[in-house]
């Protein structure tokens, strides 16, 4: 153990779940290895951190202390699977952190930012995964995180409206995915490029939709909502992929389920 333990030690990346620590999958150690890898770290600091407590609240008494030690400033990516009732504590986002962290992803948590947390100078991509969070709270988050040039949300069943703020200014790529309690969200960031949106509807402010390139938009009617609509927004869309459950035929629109143009000239 103590060997394994010196291995872990001084490595500035660490990736750690039930596949990577634990032969049999069923093996109670899977806790106790975690936490003697994280507290027996030295003293150089994580870049990256990707920890995957396979939602298993029995490791969960544990998270708190762990994270404290794991996330400090320096840290560039951190990636935790956790478990659906678990907070994370918007107290490990200190200054050092938020000027160092580029990549966050949350999966299966509960995530409240505010107003007073502060800007996040060097976060460029952001993924959330069945986190309970509200628009208000993204929102704030959002407006500080400048250099954001990545977003995708994923099952964020409490987000009920969404509205791209026009300050991420660097934002090139949005996706969308099952957050089935918002049904449209606005975007006013002028620099979107790549937009996939599963199960809803985006409204753009005039102009914000020159620089498109490629967008994939899956709800019902969307065949007929995208010959009426993109053409005179989107002039510089190069590909468009479109999934629709179903089409009422109106103005002699085309029925077909799937639609696929590439390229547009």
Known sequence: MAAFLRSWGCHPNLALDRITLCSNPLERSFTCKIDNILRNHSSIGLKILRLDLDDDPNNFLYVDSWLQVAVT???????????????????????????????????????????????????????????RITEDELGCFLSNSLALEQLKLTSCKE??????????????????????????????????????????????????????????????????????????????????????????????????RSLEVLPHT
């Open 159 to 256: 987000i009920i409206f969404l509205k791209i703020p026009c300050v991420l200014q660097q934002l090139k790529s949005l996706t969308v995915m099952a957050c089935h309690r918002l049904p449209v969200l606005e975007s006013e960031a002028p620099n979107l490029s790549h937009i996939y949106l599963h199960r809803g509807k985006i409204k753009f402010s005039p102009g914000e939709a020159l620089e498109m390139k490629d967008f994939t938009l899956s709800h019902a009617n969307v065949i007929c909502d995208a010959r009426a609509e993109f053409p005179s927004i989107m002039p510089n869309l190069e590909t468009l992929l479109l999934h629709s459950c179903q089409e009422y035929l109106r103005n002699g629109c085309s029925t077909n």
């Open 73 to 131: 400033p320096g840290i560039e990516e951190l990636t935790l699977m956790l478990y659906e009732k678990y907070n994370f504590p918007c107290s490990l986002l200190s200054d050092g952190v938020r000027n160092s962290i580029r990549y966050l992803r949350l999966r299966s948590c509960a995530f409240h930012p505010t107003v007073e947390l502060g800007p996040l100078r060097s976060l460029t991509s952001l993924r959330l995964q069945s986190v």
